[in-house]
């Protein structure tokens, strides 16, 4: 089952015959969605019809309503008006034995309506609820109707025709069909919110803007977001040009760092000059450099010296920072070979 068939039965009316088993109650509430459809009989209706092709389309309803006010009988009597063309037919719900019952009907229409229409221009005589309708119909228009409580008798038949101004008058009453109801009633109606039809078409309208309303929402969502990524490549676009500057000028000073650390990185350790000179003071009296050789962490030397204890000399260098370790140890020809570790923390500025 489509949508559309789902909203059509559940906005379709349940039609009831008024005057039947159950009937509206006096103060009864109409609900907008109240399917019930009140039938009201031929019997209980005045009819008339009128052609309003000299008014404008758009002011004709306005033109039948009034119409309508004036030949009521009585005021404020329900009137329910169909359109053929330009040619309005308007049924008259007279008060009758349910007229308690017109405060508690909404929805309602005249049997004449849902009785079908002939196939071919003519006059019919119809079995109704109560009674009997005679019909005239010119151009698939109903020109006439006229409401009997029994079959009409052949001059009150003849009569109704000539009324009706038809050229052709019968011999003989015609026989009287019983057709059933159409589902749908012949004409357009000027309806009301009450109709069925009508709130069908405000449910697809409803939805109609609801669906419009959603795809809006979201369409505005996506504009508002695009917007706001727009907004912020821009807004980062020109972080990006003002801190240019700062991210080149830092750039620059982390190559001038480095290049610092690298040309202190040269200037670590001990100071050979410094160092030898520490190493000459320390030495024995009259003691003299013959060799010298440096090489990472260590320093190897030879001294011409008198002294020949290994430990006056280890006991001379004890005291010095920059140096770890002492070994000392004799060689031919009086020479005393000095062998020294250099100390890991020691720094150019503890030398001095």
């Not at 019909?135 to 052949?154: D, F, M, N, R, T």
Request: glycine share 8%.
């Amino acid at each position: 089952m489509t949508l559309r068939t789902r909203l059509a039965a559940l906005f379709s009316p349940i039609r009831i015959p008024l005057g039947g088993a159950e009937m509206p109650r006096k103060g009864d509430r109409h609900s907008l969605f109240d399917r019930r459809q009140w039938v009201v009989p031929r019997a209980s209706c005045q009819y008339r019809q009128q052609d309003f092709s000299n008014l404008p389309a758009r002011q004709r309803p306005a033109a039948a309503k009034l119409v309508a006010r004036q030949h009521a009988p009585a005021p404020g009597l329900p009137v329910h008006i169909v359109w053929c063309g330009s040619v309005a037919h308007f049924w008259t719900w007279v008060p009758g034995d349910e007229q308690e019952a017109l405060s508690g009907v909404g929805n309602w229409l005249p049997e004449s309506v849902l009785l079908p229409p002939p196939p071919s221009d003519g006059a019919r005589l119809l079995q109704t609820l109560r009674g009997y309708e005679g019909q005239l119909w010119q151009g698939g228009v109903l020109v006439a109707s006229q409401w009997w409580q029994g079959p009409p008798a052949l001059d009150v038949w003849q009569r109704f025709l000539r009324g009706a101004s038809t050229a052709a008058v019968p011999a003989e009453v015609p026989v009287a069909e019983q057709r059933p109801w159409s589902d749908k009633p012949w004409g357009k109606a000027q309806r009301s919110i009450a109709d069925g039809a009508a709130r069908e078409r405000m449910a697809w309208t409803a939805l109609l803007l609801l669906g419009v309303a959603a795809v809006g929402w979201q369409l505005a969502a996506l504009q508002r977001w695009s917007n706001a990524q727009h907004e912020i490549s821009a807004q980062l676009d020109m972080a990006r040009a003002q801190a240019a500057p700062v991210l080149a000028a830092r750039d620059r000073a982390e190559a001038a760092r480095t290049q610092v650390q690298q040309l202190l990185e040269l200037g670590q350790g001990v100071n050979d000059y410094v160092l030898m000179a520490d190493i000459a003071a320390a030495l024995p009296e009259g003691s003299q450099f013959m060799a010298w050789r440096r090489e990472p962490g260590k320093v190897r030397l030879n001294v011409r010296s008198a002294e020949t204890d290994p430990r006056t000399f280890v006991n001379a260098f004890s005291a010095l920072p920059q140096l770890a370790t002492v070994t000392a140890t004799p060689l031919d020809g009086g020479l005393m070979q000095l062998e020294f570790t250099l100390s890991t923390g020691e720094t150019p500025e503890d030398a001095r």
